[in-house]
């Protein structure tokens, strides 16, 4: 089993910048496939991002496509999520997820095995 503790999240102002972090502990870190998904208030959690176990491989929602760039350093057992440009829509609370099931996950959240406790992100001037 593993853990993922997300950090990063704060305030930025539009067109801002903010890197997310997603710190994994326990098995090791290169046999699981990737992803990061956000959550709105009132709405289901939605994908954003999704990087292989090598982190050759990566997905992007089309709504971040461009503005955000998902890697990860398995020596650090982290996956990191670089997000520019930021607008006042992609407040919401991010996760990173994690599943050996896969080497490359995909859009869906049952596709992952396990969460982290999320961190906010908030876009506002």
């Known amino acids: 089993q593993v853990q993922l503790v997300e950090s990063g999240g704060g305030l930025v102002q539009p067109g801002g910048s903010l890197r997310l972090s997603c710190a994994a502990s326990?098995?090791?870190?290169?046999?699981?496939?990737m992803g990061w998904f956000r959550q709105f208030p009132g709405k289901e959690r939605e994908f954003v991002a999704a990087?292989?176990?090598?982190?050759?491989?990566?997905y992007y929602a089309d709504s971040v496509k461009g503005r955000f760039t998902i890697s990860r350093d398995n020596a650090k057992n982290t996956v990191y999520l670089q997000m520019n440009s930021l607008k006042a829509e992609d407040t919401g609370a991010y996760y990173c997820?994690?599943?050996?099931?896969?080497?490359?996950?995909?859009?869906?959240?049952?596709?992952?095995?396990?969460w982290g406790q999320g961190t906010q992100v908030t876009v506002s001037s």
């Open positions: 326990g098995r090791t870190f290169s046999s699981y496939a």
């Open positions: 997820a994690a599943t050996t099931r896969t080497t490359v996950a995909g859009r869906h959240g049952y596709e992952y095995d396990y």
């Open positions: 990087i292989s176990r090598s982190g050759v491989t990566t």
